[in-house]
């Protein structure tokens, strides 16, 4: 099972999220199904029943990516991800997150914030790369060229820990001041204390004073 502190974090930004997409104008909702083949949690209870299961490293049997908070109110793109646990050998979660994002047309670029493979692999630390399909290939990503390699470049976040890789998620997607900072303080705005505890940990991950 995953940490409390991330779940604690997921569940009111997945809340916030999902409320943006219900408002996002139609044509963006539009290129969007097209894009994820309908499989958008465009329901409130559909978000939180994700972030339960990829609690408990359950696969969903019909996943739906995630609309994720819109607080830049952008007219040409939108964000969405999808979170998704696999056991180690020790019975332990390891985390993932796929995010897609939604730029001109009904063109899409997919990413995957992976943990460290062993330490004997090539990718043995936390990294995030070009996916050019979604869902065990069932969705593929009509933004990113055949050509382009999806295996390198694979940037190192520095982390394998699941917080703070959503937190670099969520930092690539919305920028840090005004952006994922600003999404904190209005999902805890009644929880002062935690507010500190996640930009405190957002300022280490991010390697900022």
């Known amino acids: 099972m995953l940490n409390a502190e991330l779940i604690g ?71 969405f991800f999808l979170p998704f646990g696999k056991s180690d050998e020790n019975g332990d979660i390891r985390a993932y997150f796929d995010l897609v994002v939604l730029v001109e047309d009904q063109k899409c670029l997919g990413f995957r914030f ?8 090539a990718h043995g630390y936390g990294h995030v790369q070009l996916c050019h399909s979604m869902l065990g290939g069932s969705i593929k990503v009509p933004g990113i060229p055949e050509w382009l390699p999806d295996s390198y470049p ?11 890789m959503f937190l670099s998620m969520a930092t690539a997607a919305h920028g840090h001041h005004g952006g994922v900072t600003q999404i904190l303080k209005e999902i805890f705005q009644d929880r002062p204390i935690a507010i500190s505890s996640y930009l405190n940990t957002l300022k280490s991950t991010l390697g900022l004073p």
């Open 114 to 121: 992976e943990p460290a493979d062993l330490p004997d692999r």
């Open 9 to 79: 974090l997921m569940k009111p930004y997945v809340q916030r999220g999902v409320a943006d997409w219900r408002d996002a104008p139609a044509p963006i909702r539009q290129r969007a199904l097209v894009c994820l083949a309908n499989k958008i949690a465009d329901k409130e209870h559909e978000a939180l029943e994700a972030i339960e299961k990829f609690r408990n490293g359950v696969v969903l049997v019909q996943p739906r990516f995630i609309p994720m908070p819109n607080i830049q109110k952008k007219e040409t793109h939108y964000f």
């Open 154 to 164: 694979a940037f190192s976040i520095a982390t394998s820990d699941p917080l703070r």
